[in-house]
């Protein structure tokens, strides 16, 4: 087997894998986070298992159709949507209402490149609608703005799997042996792509990074507040000033950090949301580098993401307070006693 089939059959299995043992803990727990999460990971799975299919004996336009709407279309918007439920408690929903907003105006601007023309204008207007409905229930710290988001999610994959499998083909299927891109691709789908794909990958991300400043040790150097009941030009400085404190105070907080994590006084939520972000970063980058045409690493990016998020999944006992066999009693491994974190709970609503 050539490491053009191999990586990616890896990569499904492992997809798989994760899947069901975020189906198990949805099973035990009942999060919805969980439940989206497995969704995003069984699409991610069925994308890497058409790669393997189509490397090893050819593509064939149905499976290239099914690789793009499952990788291309479904996977990041849906993982973005499971961080979004996992921080609905959190003022998380104002960073996802920017990104809905800037995906749908990438859409806009891109209508004419990928023959959207009026779709990129609706694209636009209801990602407008989606980002304000998201802000004004995150002001007023309704738990509601998941849900907001989901409808968004479930629409435009709905509208995106109608095009991936009646766009016409712009161009020749990848041949065997080759890495695919989202050349022969070049219909609305592709619009519809950036509307799921850029809030769920950048919410992916940022949603780790965001916890893991939630739970680790602060020092901070500049102060906001994003409580309701402010007056109106308050709110609009501290949502300015937001935007550069968080990242300066998780600077300057990582010394202290590592000093915790080094002595096994850091809460496990920090680490492991770490590494769920570089695979974020891992992944994203190699997609980006794909649809400009580079695929050299594509595939071996892919498994070192999945494997970076699965290992951040399994070092945190917020998803994994207990590592037992899938849909039994019997444990692996007991969870432990976290650390005690000042103003975590404050920290994640301001």
Same mark, same amino acid.
């Given at each position: ?270 680490? #492991?949301?770490? !590494? *769920?972000?570089? @695979?974020?970063? %891992?992944? $994203? ?5 794909? &649809?400009?045409?580079? =695929? ?8 070192? #993401?999945?494997? !970076? *998020?699965?290992? @951040?999944?399994? %070092?945190? $006992? ?5 590592? &037992?066999?899938?849909? =039994? ?22």
């Amino acid at each position: 087997m050539s490491i053009a089939v191999l990586l990616p059959a890896l990569t499904s299995l492992l997809a798989f894998v994760f899947a069901l043992l975020l189906v198990d803990q949805w099973w035990e727990r009942r999060h919805g986070f969980q439940a989206i999460w497995a969704l995003g990971m069984i699409f991610f799975g069925i994308a890497s298992a058409c790669e393997a299919i189509g490397e090893a004996g050819g593509w064939s336009e149905t499976l290239y159709r099914m690789w793009y709407m499952t990788g291309a279309v479904f996977t990041a918007g849906w993982l973005g949507l499971g961080t979004a439920y996992l921080l609905g408690k959190t003022r998380f929903g104002y960073a996802y209402a920017f990104l809905v907003f800037f995906g749908g105006f990438l859409s806009f601007v891109t209508r004419n490149t990928y023959n959207a023309g009026t779709l990129g204008v609706l694209i636009f207007i209801a990602a407008l609608v989606v980002a304000i409905a998201i802000a004004v229930e995150t002001y007023f710290q309704n738990e509601r703005w998941p849900q907001i988001a989901a409808l968004a999610v479930v629409a435009a994959s709905v509208v995106g799997a109608f095009f991936a499998f009646s766009d016409t083909l712009s161009g020749a299927l990848p041949q065997a042996g080759t890495v695919p891109t989202g050349a022969a691709m070049a219909g609305p789908v592709r619009d519809i792509s950036l509307f799921l794909n850029v809030p769920g990958g950048i919410a992916l991300v940022l949603g780790a990074l965001f916890s893991a400043y939630i739970f680790m040790p602060k020092k901070r150097m500049l102060d906001y507040s994003l409580d309701a009941g402010q007056s109106g030009d308050q709110f609009l400085f501290n949502i300015f000033l937001a935007c550069f404190a968080v990242p300066v105070n998780f600077v300057v907080s990582l010394p202290g950090a590592i000093k915790a994590l080094l002595t096994g006084k850091i809460h496990s939520r920090v680490p #492991a949301t770490l !590494l *769920i972000a570089v @695979g974020g970063i %891992v992944v $994203s980058s190699a997609d980006s580098l794909s &649809r400009l045409g580079s =695929t050299e690493g594509y595939s071996a990016g892919k498994l070192v #993401a999945l494997v !970076l *998020i699965f290992l @951040g999944f399994l %070092v945190s $006992s917020e998803v994994f307070r207990t590592i &037992r066999i899938p849909f =039994t009693n019997r444990v692996l491994r007991s969870a432990r006693q976290e650390p005690q974190t000042s103003n975590a709970a404050t920290d994640g609503a301001r």
